[in-house]
């Protein structure tokens, strides 16, 4: 998403060597949606990709109503879906898409239909996978039903935690995978948060509430224990928060968002960092969700979330 939306200025040049960098070192699961520019990301995708679509594991998502380029609500009706997969089969430059999310759960149309609807592209052959983002246990044991669920999508990080009492319960009872987004705390476990202010126009960090002046002090405060763990080992921060999600299952695979080769590759040599029970629990205890500052999303954007 941050190579086309978010997070300050791009840069397509860098994101496509980006890009061709992670498949060269074997990071092949590659995240984008619609909604991300919106549009401009998958095209980015389509150009960086272009003859190499078999060494890749492309994910992309449906179900955002987008009008005058930028969200307006949920939009999960089963034409509206088929649109969507044409579409962006057509901005990737491939003729199917691996894993197909759907972005937020709409209220207004059944999962059950949903479900359906991705299982008849899957059986058409333009779909390999079905997944869901932000979706509450009920809607997870629903569509699965229906349909094999595959990945949930969903922010999951040493202090968003949200998931572990009824959802990973679940994924593991259903033998559904889940993909972490946001694992870093959209840059406070790395260390390089900034007050909302020292961002430019058109981040969104400057209207996020967690790095606003009453809240930022606190989170960076919180992550004291991620730096303290990460200078022992003689890793980054970001390295170690990784690598505490790499801990707690190899049914979890983390997507860190990054527009630079040299943050990815930082990332990716997380794989190496070996957290000890000591340290996952001193991280657990530590970075409790009381321990942040601030709701994780605003008040519409978690209104869109399942639980």
């Known amino acids: 998403m941050g190579m086309s939306q978010s997070y300050g200025a791009f840069d397509d040049g860098e994101s496509i060597a980006t890009l061709h960098r992670a498949i060269e070192l074997g990071v092949t699961f590659l995240d984008t949606a619609e909604l991300y520019g919106p549009f401009t990301n998958e095209e980015l995708l389509g150009r960086a990709l272009k003859g190499r679509w078999n060494e890749v594991v492309i994910v992309t998502k449906f179900g955002m109503d987008i009008r005058d380029g ?46 359906g609807t991705v299982g008849e592209l899957i059986t058409e052959g333009k779909v390999r996978f079905f997944g869901l983002s932000e979706a509450g246990a009920d809607t997870i044991r629903r569509a699965h039903a229906v349909h094999p669920v595959t990945a949930l999508q969903s922010e999951y990080l040493p202090w968003e935690r949200n998931l572990e ?39 969104f960090r400057r209207t996020d509430s967690c790095f606003h002046a009453e809240n930022f002090a606190a989170n960076m405060h919180a992550a004291d224990t991620v730096r303290a763990i990460a ?17 707690k299952g190899d049914d979890i695979a983390p997507i860190p968002g990054t527009k630079r080769r040299v943050f990815f590759e930082e990332n990716a040599a997380a794989v190496d960092v070996r957290l000890d029970t000591s340290d996952v629990e001193r991280l657990d205890e530590t970075l409790r969700p009381d321990a942040v500052s601030g709701p994780r999303y605003n008040e519409r954007n978690m209104a869109m979330a399942d639980r």
């Open 165 to 203: 009492q009824e959802i990973i319960p679940l994924l593991r009872e259903l033998g559904i995978g889940l993909v972490p987004f946001s694992p870093l705390g959209r840059g406070f476990l790395t260390g390089t948060a900034q007050r909302a202010e020292d961002y430019p126009e058109g981040d």
């Open 70 to 115: 930028s969200m307006a609500g949920a939009d999960s009706r089963p034409k509206h879906i088929r649109a969507i997969a044409e579409a962006s089969l057509r901005r990737l430059g491939t003729d199917h898409i691996d894993l197909f999310y759907q972005h937020r759960v709409d209220p207004s149309v059944p999962i059950e239909d949903v479900a």
């Open 231 to 247: 200078e022992a080992k003689g890793a980054k921060p970001g390295q170690v928060g990784l690598a505490w999600l790499l801990a």
